[in-house]
Every structure is written in structure tokens, then in C-alpha cells.
């Protein structure tokens, strides 16, 4: 009965902004590390911005200074503000505990002119 869903996806062009949140039920929330990941058509799943139980953070360098990672403990949701999206953000977005051994279904992040 774990759950994380993922939304606010969505068409976007190069330059705009875009935030993503994800829902988490059926865990103790404050205690897990939180990440999300993206994975674009042909290319491997990787992380972009992951944040501990105590809110430290930690980005990959592609998205540094331009995505910023939080949570909200009060309502279980972690967000992903993304600024400044280049046409290589274009991905599925996942959300993950740091552990990774829950998902969500992801949401898809379009950059395009």
C-alpha cells in the first residue's frame, strides 16, 4: 500500500519553469529520504535531485542551479521546482525514496519551442 504519485508535468519552453510534486502514503514519510529521477527515450535512468530526512541535498550536475528539491513533512510531498529547462530536461520524471525501493509512475516533462 505504498504509494507515490507524481504530477505537474507538462509542456514547457526552453527558458520557462515547471514543478513537480509527488504524493507519498503508506510510509513514514519524515524518516526516508526522498529522490527524483528522469529518464529520457533511449538513455538510462538517472538521479537529478535527491534530499535526506533531514533535508540536506544533493543534485546532478546537469540540473544544478536551476532545479531545487524540497519536502513538505506536514503533507508527505516532495517537489522538484525546475527553472531555466533546456530541451535535455525533457524526461520522465519518477519519484523514489533514497533507497529506491519504491516508485512512482512518473510524469512527463516536455521542453520545446
Known amino acids: 500500500q505504498v504509494q507515490l504519485v507524481e504530477s505537474g508535468g507538462g509542456l514547457v519552453q526552453p527558458g520557462g519553469s515547471l514543478r513537480l510534486s509527488c504524493a507519498a502514503s503508506?510510509?513514514?514519510?519524515?524518516?526516508?529520504?526522498m529522490a527524483w529521477y528522469r529518464q529520457a527515450p533511449g538513455k538510462q535512468r538517472d538521479m537529478v535531485a535527491a534530499i535526506t530526512s533531514s533535508g540536506s541535498t544533493n543534485y546532478s550536475d546537469s540540473v544544478k542551479g536551476r532545479f531545487t528539491i524540497s519536502r513538505d513533512n506536514g503533507e508527505n510531498r516532495v517537489y522538484l521546482q525546475m527553472n531555466n529547462l533546456k530541451l535535455e530536461d525533457t524526461a520522465v520524471y519518477y519519484c523514489?525514496?533514497?533507497?529506491?525501493?519504491?516508485w512512482g509512475q512518473g510524469t512527463q516533462v516536455t521542453v520545446s519551442s
Open positions: 503508506g510510509i513514514a514519510f519524515r524518516a526516508y529520504g
Open positions: 523514489t525514496t533514497m533507497g529506491r525501493r519504491y
